[in-house]
Each structure stands twice: as C-alpha cells, then as structure tokens.
C-alpha cells in the first residue's frame, strides 16, 4: 500500500520557469490537499479538492493551479516561479466525511527557486 | 476562519520526563483533530486521532485527550526518550462551509530530549 506518493523529492528552478508537482494516492480517498510548509510557519493550505472536478483554494493560492480529473491524482502547477515559492511541498488524503479515519501525507518536495 | 495555536514552540526536556505538550483551536465545530510528528527533513508521520466525540486517545507512551468545547488538546509524552526528538503538529478537522472539509494545522512544537 503505497499511500501518497509525490514527485519530484527535490527541484531547483529558475525565476520564471514552470512546473508540475505530482500527487497520487491509491487509498480511494475523496479529498485531497496540497500545503507548503515555511520554516517556523507550519503548514498553510494552498488549494484543496473535495472529488474530481472540484477544488478549491485555500489560504495561500496565488501563483499555483490545480487540477482533480480523477480520484487518485492532483497535481500542483507553478507558473512563473519566484524566490518566495521556494518551500517544501506536502500532499496529503483524507476521506474528508469519515471522522475516524486520518489524514495521510507524502514525503514533500523540497522546492528552490533561484 | 480556524485557527490553531499551539504551546510552547520549543521544548527542551532531560530523558525520562513526562511532558506535555498543548494545542487550542479557535472553532469547536471540528469533527477530529490529529496528531503528527515530523523529523528534520521529512515528512509527517500520524500519531494518534481523536475524534470529536472522544475525549482521549492512546498509542503506547503517548496520549491525547480533547476538550472541544473549550477548542484545547494536549498530547502527554510519558518516560521521554532523545528518539521522541522531533516537531510536534497538532492539526484540526473542520468544516469550512458547504459540505467541504479543511485540516488546519499549528506552527508545531519542537521538542529535544537530552540524554
């Protein structure tokens, strides 16, 4: 059982460049989230879906994109990448209505904008 | 809007100490909250859950409890030892508003145990 899975674990890019952070989970769960995790600040929410088709922002949604086409996959895009994107990045999956079940996270991508 | 405190940010223990650690969330309305650990670099790993309806949880040397009506949690470390070295999270389950779900998470505690 894999869980979350997310690549890349590591990336380097240069302002202005784009890319795609992939997430799958294989736990059939409908939500899922992407948080970025600063130094001292904890984890902020940066977008969220509740099932294919739908997302949602969350508290720091300015310079990504999302997508949910299906159940296991959610994708983070960077578009023009800047310093203050350099972050790690987690996913994470829950059931989302079934309280008695946790939360599961990925390993993070440690990203670095230079 | 949620928001999760938790106290102290950093905690410095000798081994064998019993310590607690604290969380306060700001709206009660959550259907469980969840504790993490996370290790320098890694990711996070869940510790214990407690649903809304509980008032305690326990895995091992360690046990939450739950008030929600006064928005705290505590997680109690019991005989620490220098591998309980890590960040501590506490996160809440909560509905944010039309049926959709959010998990809000503290700035973490980070705790040393010192041989």
């Known amino acids: 059982n894999a869980g979350v899975t997310q690549t890349p674990k590591f990336r380097i890019l240069k302002i202005g460049q784009s890319m795609t952070l992939q997430c799958t989970q294989d736990m059939n769960h409908n939500y899922m989230y992407w948080y970025r995790q600063d130094p001292g600040m904890g984890l902020k929410l940066i977008y969220y879906s509740v099932g294919a088709g ?27 990448a800047a310093p203050s994107q350099t972050s790690v990045y987690f996913c994470a999956s829950s059931p989302g209505t079934d309280r008695t079940v946790e939360a599961f996270f990925g390993q993070g991508t440690r990203l670095t904008v230079v | 809007k949620q ?13 064998g100490e019993n310590l607690v650690l604290n969380c306060s969330f700001t709206d009660s309305a959550i259907y469980n909250l969840q504790w993490f650990r996370q290790d320098p670099g890694k990711g996070l790993t869940s510790l214990l859950l407690i649903q809304s309806s509980q008032r305690e949880q326990t895995s091992g040397r360690l046990n939450a409890s739950l008030d929600k009506s006064s928005g705290r949690s505590t997680l109690y470390i019991a005989a620490s030892q220098p591998g309980d070295s890590a960040t501590y999270l506490c996160a ?17 505690t980070k705790l040393s145990v010192i041989p």
């Open chain 2, 92 to 108: 809440v389950n909560w509905n944010s508003g039309a049926g959709s779900y959010q998990l809000t998470f503290g700035k973490g």
């Open chain 1, 54 to 80: 739908i997302t949602d922002k969350g508290e720091v949604p300015n310079g990504y994109n999302v997508s949910r086409s299906t159940t296991e996959d959610f994708p983070l895009r960077l578009e023009l």
């Open chain 2, 3 to 15: 928001e999760v405190t938790q106290i102290p940010a950093a905690l410095s223990v000798p081994e």
